[in-house]
């Protein structure tokens, strides 16, 4: 019998499942990628008696891996807040999916846990760019406003390392990156005993994010803006927090991110408005590729071809959303 933990490489992925491990503590296998890599369930080979911890990626994406696990005699709990659409009645699985605009499964599992590593949630809803929902939790912490500020950087910092075409675009390895948070039942004693991790953290996502700063608009409005970064590395990696950025400075308004690929593609970063956190799902799941939250979401293979259609697209959903 195996103990595999199936987790999204971003933050919320890794704040859910620090929580869970520091509170029952498990030799277990880790399955994880880049943040898009979301059908981790594909590579997961259950056999009878498997205890399966899936974190914060759609069931709906990893439904027939899901299948074969519970037909192969695992146990599965499922904690997300991705769409799910029909979620399965087996005795083996266990569910507590929540696909609302404010919430997270670094959320979720902090009410499972009934607040035991508060301050890991705390970090994995600013990771996901619920800074109201994570201010909420904060509340009942007792932090200064100096400490609440570093949780946010951690949990932005840790988001920032989730993206990327490939692990080699990862500043960390998540499952590593995890091995390495997992030993703090406080982001604030890692942050402190594990410095050098987290200074590397710091200072690549500062130097991204000044190189993104200098880009132009490739199409914005009062409705939807639209940006594309070029085929590098800082660029991949930067794509996901720099949409939580401009989405935090111009709050009314939707956002697409189009990084370019090798194949003349894009990866695509989409943010709706903060002020009106829905849609943004919807919108992508017209893409074969497109999936994610009301919040946010994205399209992993958008054809070059595309892009005028895209962008025009992109404003009149948004354009409709707020009439």
Not at 151 to 177: K, M, Q, T, V
Not at 248 to 272: Q, W
Request: aromatic letters at 8%.
């Amino acid at each position: 019998m195996a103990v595999i933990d199936v987790f999204n490489g971003d933050a919320d992925g890794l704040c859910a499942l620090v929580q869970l491990r520091n509170a029952s503590p498990q030799d277990s296998v880790l399955v994880t990628g880049v943040k898009r890599d979301i059908n981790l369930l594909a590579r997961v080979e259950a056999q009878p008696g498997d205890q399966l911890t899936v974190l914060d990626v759609s069931l709906d994406k990893n439904r027939d891996g899901l299948g074969l696990a519970l037909e192969a005699g695992a146990e599965v709990v499922y904690v997300d807040h991705h769409f799910a659409g029909e979620i399965p009645e087996h005795d083996n699985l266990t569910v507590n999916i929540n696909p609302a605009a404010d919430v997270c499964t670094s959320l979720l599992v902090n009410g499972m846990l009934k607040g035991q590593y508060a301050e890991w949630a705390v970090v994995g809803a600013f990771g996901d760019n619920l800074r109201n929902s994570a201010m909420a939790v904060a509340k009942n912490l007792a932090l200064s406003e100096v400490e609440l500020e570093q949780l946010e950087n951690l949990g932005i910092y840790l988001n920032y390392n989730g993206y990327g075409a490939s692990i080699d675009d990862l500043h960390f390895d998540p499952a590593d990156l995890y091995r390495r948070i997992a030993l703090y039942a406080s982001p604030r004693q890692f942050m402190k005993e594990a410095a050098d991790t987290f200074s590397q953290l710091e200072e690549g996502y500062k130097n991204d994010m000044r190189a993104a700063s200098q880009l132009p608009a490739l199409h914005a409005d009062d409705v939807a803006a639209v940006f594309i970064l070029p085929n590098e590395r800082w660029a991949r990696r930067v794509s996901g927090v720099y949409s939580n950025d401009l989405a935090n400075d111009f709050p009314d308004r939707a956002h697409a991110v189009l990084t370019e690929k090798d194949n003349g593609n894009y990866l695509v970063s989409i943010r709706a408005p903060l002020n009106n956190k829905r849609g943004a799902d919807e919108f992508c799941r017209q893409f074969p590729t497109g999936g994610g939250r009301a919040a946010a979401a994205g399209i992993n293979d958008l054809s070059g071809t595309n892009l005028n259609n895209f962008v025009t697209q992109f404003q009149s959903f948004y354009r409709g959303l707020s009439n």
